[in-house]
Nanobody
Framework: QVQLVESGGDSVQAGGSLRLSCAAS????????MGWFRQAPGKEREGVAT????????YYADSVRGRFTISQDKAKKVVYLQMNSLKPEDTAMYYC???????????????????WGQGTQVTVSS
């Protein structure tokens, strides 16, 4: 069983930056895809970025590519989401998720994630 705890959400002005963190625990192996997802009020949850922990392969949604960066600290078992040039439409609850026994071929999908954190709120004002 994997436990995920997000942190770093805050309220910022448009154009600002935030870094979200996701601390993972409870796993006996290190083969995962880790993903960041978000859900705004009244909207469906959408995938934002993924990383394959074994190869450091990453993938981004079109809406954030070039502004957000996903990375990991393998030793600490922490995944980060650096968010720059934030826009009001980035306002959402951000969730960290894990997909066990992943592979490079799965990093471009936002499906199959079976462990989820509680979320951290990001609010961007204009």
């Amino acid at each position: 069983q994997v436990q995920l705890v997000e942190s770093g959400g805050d309220s910022v002005q448009a154009g600002g930056s935030l870094r979200l963190s996701c601390a993972a625990s409870g796993s006996s192996h290190s083969n995962y895809c880790m993903g960041w997802f978000r859900q705004a009020p009244g909207k469906e949850r959408e995938g934002v970025a993924t990383i394959y922990t074994v190869a450091d392969t990453t993938y981004y949604a079109d809406s954030v590519r070039g502004r957000f960066t996903i990375s990991q600290d393998k030793a600490k078992k922490v995944v980060y989401l650096q968010m720059n040039s934030l826009k009001p439409e980035d306002t959402a609850m951000y969730y960290c998720a894990a997909r066990a026994w992943c592979a490079n071929s799965f990093v471009r999908t936002f499906s199959g994630y079976n462990y989820w954190g509680q979320g951290t709120q990001v609010t961007v004002s204009s």
